[in-house]
């Protein structure tokens, strides 16, 4: 329970010892869990839970629950154990709507349609070999195929594992950037507004 509360209160807000620890493993995981939301509407072709879907009401319902967090979290501890599920669940359909967002910003970017992928890779890696075979063929002379093949195979094995790292690179950041944002914001709130008004936030 208290890695929880430190994963969605935060910092600023949380008893626990969560911000202390290292966490890239969750930053791998948050990562993959995008990954495979993404994978699964575009392979499968329908939605999953609404991810992905962000319209006006999507957004407005995102700004309340940023502009009131800090006075949603100050007396988390001070509240009754309903409260804290309560508040809990506020800061969970928070993160699904940072997923949501992630999702919608990252799914157009798969612009070959899932029926043509099987022939997109196949010309994209007879394409590669060619261009590398070519390169070494004035210099290799009938060594050129070797070379271009393995020449080739390197280059698409290096852009697969880059792009694999972006996928999960990549909605770990947004989510972190949300966070940091939230954080500066939560401070601010703090100092010119809680502290003065609720000394005692727990």
Known sequence: ???????????????????NRKHFGLFVL????????????????KGLLGFGIIGPIHIAVFTLLFLANPFICFRYYRMPWWGKILILLVKVFKSYLIISYTVSLLLPRLSVQVDDLQ????AYLNSTLENYTEKFQASAGSFSTVLGVLAGGVH?????????????????LIYLAVKLVQLAWDWLV?????????????
Do not use: C, H
């Open 1 to 19: 329970m208290d890695y929880l509360e430190g994963l969605l209160l935060g910092r600023l807000w949380s008893d626990t010892d969560y911000e």
């Open 30 to 45: 948050y990562g993959l869990l995008v990954d495979a939301i993404i994978l699964y509407i575009y392979i499968l072709g």
């Open 119 to 122: 022939d997109f890779l196949i």
């Open 156 to 172: 698409v094995v290096g852009t697969v594992l880059l792009l694999a790292l972006a996928a999960i690179v990549i909605p770990s």
């Open 190 to 202: 703090n100092v010119l507004i809680i502290k003065r008004f609720f000394p005692q936030r727990k």
